[in-house]
C-alpha cells in the first residue's frame, strides 16, 4: 500500500483542525453562518501556516451538502471530492507555473459557468505574486465584477508583491507563524495517534527546526519515524539534522564571553571532528545568542522558540553575559556566516572570527582607510599637501642625503651653568622603578592606537626609551627622524601620551625628547612645550605680497614650520612642492597613512 505522508493525513479537514489562527478562523466562521461571504479573499503568511488548508475548509463548508456550514461534516459526495483534490467546482491552480496571460485567460472562460455539483466554485491560486503584470491586470477585471456563484481565495507568502489594486478588492488575512509550544502540541498529538514514540526534548527540537511550519515539522516528524528503529531521541533529531545541542551553544558563548582562545578553537575542531555542518552550527548559535540579546528586554518574544526544559540554562547565561558582548559576538559571527555562503572554508572562517573574538583582533576601519588612500592620491597628483586636509598637521618632509643632515633645532635654549640643580640626575641617583617602558612601549603605542589615536601612535612610535627612572622618562630620535622632535612636544600628542602613561604608571612622567646628536629638552606630559627658537641662519626670504596668505603652523602649536626643525636646507627651501619621490613615502608615513589601526 502507498504510504501517505503525515502532513497530508493531518491536513485540516474542519475549522476546528485549523491551529494557531484562531482570528481568521473565527471570522470565516461567522461570514459562512451570517451569509456574508466575500467574492475574494487574500490569505498571505510564511509557508506551510495552513493558507491553502483554510482556503479548502472554506470551499468544503461552502459545497458541504449539509451546509452552507462551518462544520462540514467531510463524508459527504462533495466533500471527499474536495479532499480528494477531484471536485469539478474547486479549482486549485499554482501561479508560480501558470504565471502567464493564457492560463487566466483560460480562467476568466471558465469563471461565468455554473457550479456542476454544489453550490460555490471556488478558485484556489497559489503563490499569486507570481504572475505577471498581464495577469494581473485580468485577474483584476475578474475580481471588479465576479459572478455571484464564484468566489476567489488568493494565497501568497509575499504580499508586498501583489498588486494594491488587487489587494485593495479583496478581504485580506495575515496568517502567524505558530509559536514552538504550538507545534509541540500538535506533533505530541501526531505521535499519540500514530503510534510514534518520541521524547519531549526530541519534540522541541523537531518544532524548532520547522521553523513556524506544520508541513515542515510534519515533514521532519515522519522522516524521523522512518530513520529511528525505537524511540525517537533528541540526539537522533540533531544527527539527522547535523546540529550541536543547547550545551554546546551555551559552552561555546561562555567561551567567546571569557576570552579563551585555546577552548574555542578545541570546540571548531571538536564540532568539525564529529561530522557536524559548521555552518549549520553558526546558524543555531547565532538564535541562541538572539534569545540571550532579547532576554532582558523582552521575554516573551526570547522564549517564544524555546523550550522549557532549555530556559532556565538560558536565563542564567543571560545574566552572566552583558547584553552589549552579546551583540558583538552577533555581529562577528554573522559576518562569518555570510562568507561562509560566499564560499569560504567553513572552518577556517570560524577559526578565524573566533580568534578575532577572543584575542581583540580587529580589522582596519575602511572609512579611515579610504580617507588615508585620497589624501595620499592628492600629495601624488599636486605635488603638495592641502593645508585644509585633515592630514595637514603633518608638514611637508625632506629627504635629505645622510651627509648634509645636521641634528634639529631644539625649542629650549642651553642654560648657563649655575648652582642651582640642573633637573637632570646623574646615572648613578637614579631610582629602580621596576618598570620596564622600554619592553612596554609598543603596547603603549597599541593602546593609541585602539583609542582611535594613530597620528600620535606614529609620532612616538619612531622613538626609543633611553631611560626612565620613575620621575623622568628620556626618549630618543634617530638622527634621520629628527623631525618628530618638534611634534612629539606637541601639546595635543603630549596629552593622549600622558593620559596611557598616566593609568599605567600613576602618574604623569616628565619627558625629554632629543634627537641623536642633540641636547635633550624636558617638557611634561601635560605641559605645552616653549615655542621653538628661531633658526639663526636663514636664505634671503621672498618678497611677501599683502595678498598673500598667511604661513601654516607648525605641528607643535608655535607658529613656524617644520623647515624649523629639520635642518638648515629644509629651512632655506621655503615652500612645499615636492621635489624626490621619497618624499612621498616620507610624508603618507609621517602622516599615519600606513597604519592599519
Known amino acids: 500500500m502507498k504510504h501517505t505522508t503525515l502532513y497530508r493525513r493531518w491536513r485540516p479537514r474542519r475549522f476546528g483542525g485549523i491551529v494557531g489562527q484562531e482570528p481568521v478562523v473565527r471570522t470565516l466562521r461567522r461570514a459562512i453562518e451570517t451569509d456574508r461571504v466575500s467574492h475574494a ?9 495552513g493558507k491553502t488548508s483554510t482556503a479548502k475548509v472554506l470551499a468544503m463548508g461552502l459545497n458541504c451538502e449539509k451546509g452552507p456550514t462551518p462544520e462540514p461534516d467531510g463524508t459527504c459526495q462533495s466533500c471527499r471530492a474536495i479532499v480528494g483534490n477531484s471536485s469539478m467546482d474547486v479549482l486549485e491552480m499554482d501561479a508560480a507555473s501558470n504565471r502567464g496571460i493564457d492560463e487566466i485567460r483560460d480562467l476568466r472562460d471558465k469563471v461565468n459557468l455554473a457550479p456542476a455539483a454544489g453550490r460555490m466554485k471556488v478558485y484556489i491560486i497559489d503563490e499569486v505574486h507570481m504572475l505577471t503584470a498581464e495577469a494581473f491586470n485580468a485577474l483584476l477585471k475578474m475580481l471588479e465584477e465576479p459572478p455571484e456563484h464564484v468566489v476567489f481565495v488568493l494565497a ?15 478581504q485580506s488575512f495575515d496568517f502567524r507563524r505558530p509559536s514552538v509550544e504550538t507545534l509541540v502540541a500538535k506533533l505530541g498529538e501526531i505521535s499519540e495517534a500514530e503510534d510514534i514514540e518520541v521524547e519531549p526534548e526530541a519534540l522541541t527540537v523537531i518544532a524548532r527546526e520547522g521553523r513556524g511550519s506544520f508541513r515542515d515539522a ?89 523550550g522549557a526544559e532549555e530556559r532556565p540554562q538560558l536565563e542564567e547565561q543571560a545574566n552572566a553575559v552583558p547584553t552589549a558582548d552579546v551583540v558583538r559576538l552577533v555581529e562577528a559571527l554573522d559576518d562569518a556566516l555570510g562568507r561562509m555562503r560566499r564560499g569560504g572554508d567553513p572552518k577556517l572562517e570560524l577559526e578565524l572570527v573566533f580568534l ?11 572609512t579611515s582607510i579610504l580617507g588615508r588612500l585620497e ?24 629627504e635629505e642625503p645622510p651627509a648634509e643632515r645636521e ?18 640626575e646623574d646615572p648613578d641617583d637614579r631610582r629602580e622603578t621596576g618598570v620596564d617602558l622600554a619592553s ?37 630620535y ?28 600613576g602618574s604623569k612622567p616628565r619627558l625629554e625628547i632629543r634627537a641623536a646628536g642633540g641636547e635633550a629638552s624636558a617638557t611634561s606630559a601635560a605641559e605645552e612645550p616653549p615655542p621653538p627658537a628661531v633658526p639663526t641662519e636663514q636664505h634671503t626670504p621672498q618678497p611677501v605680497s599683502q595678498e598673500s596668505p598667511p604661513e601654516t603652523g607648525s605641528p607643535n602649536g608655535s607658529g613656524g614650520t617644520v623647515a624649523e626643525n629639520s635642518g638648515s636646507e629644509s629651512a632655506s627651501m621655503g615652500d612645499d612642492k615636492i621635489r624626490d619621490q621619497r618624499e612621498v613615502f616620507e610624508i603618507a608615513r609621517e602622516a599615519g597613512l600606513f597604519d592599519r589601526n
Not at 567567546?256 to 549549520?280: N, W
Not at 641634528?407 to 637632570?424: F, N, R, T, Y
Not at 618638534?486 to 595635543?492: C, L, Q, V
Open 218 to 306: 510534519e515533514g521532519l516528524l515522519d522522516q524521523l519515524s522512518s530513520f529511528a528503529e525505537g524511540r525517537i531521541t533528541a540526539s537522533m533529531v540533531r544527527e539527522l539534522l547535523g546540529g550541536v545541542g543547547p550545551e554546546a551553544l551555551i559552552e561555546t558563548t561562555y567561551t567567546l564571553h571569557e576570552r579563551r582562545a585555546a577552548d574555542a578553537l578545541r570546540i571548531v575542531d571538536r564540532l568539525s571532528g564529529e561530522g557536524k555542518d559548521l555552518g549549520q552550527f553558526v546558524v543555531e548559535l547565532l538564535a541562541h545568542l538572539r534569545n540571550l540579546m532579547l532576554l532582558p528586554y523582552a521575554p516573551e518574544v526570547a522564549l517564544a522558540g524555546v
Open 478 to 505: 634617530p638622527e634621520e627622524q629628527s623631525f618628530h622632535v618638534g611634534m612629539a612636544k606637541d601639546s595635543g600628542h603630549l596629552e593622549k601620551l600622558g593620559a596611557v602613561l598616566e593609568e599605567r604608571l
Open 440 to 476: 612596554e612601549w609598543q603596547g603603549i603605542m597599541s593602546e593609541l592606537k585602539r583609542r582611535r589615536q594613530a597620528l600620535t601612535a606614529a609620532v612616538y612610535g619612531e622613538a626609543r626609551v633611553e631611560s626612565f627612572d620613575g620621575e623622568v622618562l628620556r626618549l630618543i
Open 356 to 366: 578575532k573574538l577572543t584575542r581583540d583582533y580587529s580589522e582596519p576601519d575602511m
Open 156 to 170: 501568497t507568502t509575499e504580499k508586498h508583491k501583489v498588486l494594491p489594486t488587487i489587494i485593495s478588492r479583496c
Open 407 to 424: 641634528p634639529a633645532q631644539e625649542a629650549v635654549e642651553p642654560k648657563a651653568p649655575s648652582d642651582e640643580p640642573s633637573g637632570v
Open 41 to 49: 479573499y487574500l490569505f498571505s503568511g510564511p509557508r506551510g501556516t
Open 375 to 398: 589624501t595620499l592620491e592628492k600629495v601624488v597628483e599636486n605635488g603638495s599637501v592641502a593645508t585644509n586636509s585633515p592630514r595637514a598637521a603633518a608638514e611637508v618632509v625632506r
